[in-house]
């Protein structure tokens, strides 16, 4: 059973399209996370949902949006795609957003190429 | 601001060697420190979480430490086996209050391990 998953696994896009990247965990956790790698491996994270609510919205363009539906699922939309913004996109959760000694499980990754 | 540095950034070992890799961090205030593994193509899998008030974290062949003072940890793996070979992160959590704050993870750049038969 796949803890954490994300959809779709590749995705590949003209510049300036829009796209949507879901991302789906069955741990019954109350937090989820987007993080960002980019070509250098560095590991960033970019956005986390406690229960639905927005609790972390790093410096990110606000052609990033992500949604959270509901605790189980947190998708994020880009739109207008850059270049720059290809990368491996990894979506994590935790079973609290504080506490003490949560640990983040994360997704395989959904690799992004503009072109 | 928090900055994570791994050393070194490669490390190639026989089948077999007992090793150690190395994260830094600036800022000492620390909520706990988590090691990552990532496989080529893979997400990452954690590997072992330390709470500042730990000194160190075991798991089968793993042994990670932690001195929060000075702002360091290891990761030893004994044994090595080819089945190690990953990229291994280490990550940061600050201590912000509140606690309902979310876990703002720094992640290092990472030690790309190759253990050869």
């Known amino acids: 059973d796949t803890a954490v998953s994300q959809t779709p696994k590749y995705l590949v896009t003209q510049m300036g399209n829009d796209k949507s990247i879901k991302c789906e965990q069955n741990?019954?956790?109350?937090?989820m996370y987007w993080y960002k790698q980019d070509s250098k491996k560095f590991l960033k994270i970019m956005f986390s949902?406690?229960?639905?609510?927005?609790?972390i919205n790093e410096t990110v363009p606000n052609r990033f949006s992500p949604k959270s539906p509901d605790k189980a699922h947190l998708n994020l939309h880009i739109n207008s795609l850059e270049l720059g913004d290809s990368a491996v996109y990894f979506c994590?959760?935790?079973?609290?957003?504080?506490?003490?000694?949560?640990?983040?499980?994360f997704g395989p990754g959904t690799r992004l190429l503009v072109l | 601001k928090q900055e994570v540095t791994q050393i070194p950034a490669a490390l190639s070992v026989p089948e077999g060697e007992n090793l150690v890799l190395n994260c830094s961090f600036t800022?000492?205030?620390?909520?706990?420190l988590q090691w990552f593994r990532q496989d080529p193509g893979k997400g990452l899998t954690s590997l072992l979480l330390i709470q500042s008030s730990q000194r160190e974290q075991t798991s089968g062949r793993l042994n990670a430490s932690l001195d929060k003072s000075s702002g360091r940890s290891t990761l030893y793996i004994a044994a090595s086996q080819p089945g190690d070979s990953a990229t291994y992160l280490c990550a940061v959590r600050p201590v912000r209050p509140p606690e309902t704050s979310g876990s703002r993870l720094t992640f290092g750049e990472g030690t790309q391990l190759t253990v050869n038969p």
């Open positions: 800022d000492s205030a620390i909520y706990n």
């Open positions: 949902y406690n229960n639905k609510e927005l609790i």
């Open positions: 741990l019954g956790h109350d937090t």
């Open positions: 994590a959760s935790s079973q609290f957003a504080g506490g003490i000694g949560e640990t983040q499980y």
